[in-house]
């Protein structure tokens, strides 16, 4: 016997509310025209953007500090990749909108920045991890890679190129912008 659809999602609804779950009804017509859809994706500890890459990072630092190294390491390592992800998916819908709507490409190239910032600024915390552990030889490729994304004039470059000085893998220092050359 085949139930109609109606009933049997009326069934579930039952069955999930009696159960403690909540659901928000399913408006139609002009009251679902007029509110505001709701932007799963914009959550601020879940869902794929920087205040969830933020909300990872910060369980990172926290981990970090209270001594639990590997899962501060988890935890860096999923919002590094969170914040790459982020600075791909912010590029190609850049790319793919320049030429017809000037405003997209503009909107995801901050956001792209602010992705890469944050990138960099997570690189330079899972190296100071991984020094931590007596890992410095992995800490190299993340240090050269905040020089590559951030440059080596910036604040955040010239840390990366301090520790790498630190770690013996340059050796001659670096004086910022102001420098001459020799």
């Given at each position: ?142 240090l050269v890679e905040v020089i590559q994304i951030m440059t080596p004039a910036s604040a955040m470059g010239q840390k990366a190129y301090q520790n790498l000085l630190e770690l013996g893998f340059v050796t001659t220092p670096y004086a910022a912008a102001g420098a001459a050359a020799s």
């Amino acid at each position: 016997m085949r139930r109609p659809l109606a009933a049997l999602s009326l069934a579930a609804l039952a069955a999930a509310s009696a159960a403690g779950l909540a659901f928000s009804p399913v408006l139609s017509g002009p009251a679902a025209a007029q509110e505001e859809p709701q932007k799963v994706l914009e959550s601020g500890t879940t869902g794929l953007n920087l205040a969830a890459v933020n909300a990872k990072v910060a369980q990172g630092d926290a981990a970090a500090a209270a001594g639990r190294l590997a899962e501060a390491r988890a935890a860096y390592d999923q919002a590094r990749s969170g914040a790459q992800s982020l600075t791909r998916f912010y590029r190609n819908l850049s790319g793919a909108f320049r030429g017809l709507d000037a405003r997209i490409p503009r909107e995801m190239d901050q956001k792209g920045r602010e992705a890469l910032e944050l990138q960099a600024s997570i690189n330079l915390r899972l190296a100071a991890l991984l020094r931590r552990q007596n890992q410095p030889e992995v800490a190299v490729p993340l240090l050269v890679e905040v020089i590559q994304i951030m440059t080596p004039a910036s604040a955040m470059g010239q840390k990366a190129y301090q520790n790498l000085l630190e770690l013996g893998f340059v050796t001659t220092p670096y004086a910022a912008a102001g420098a001459a050359a020799s």
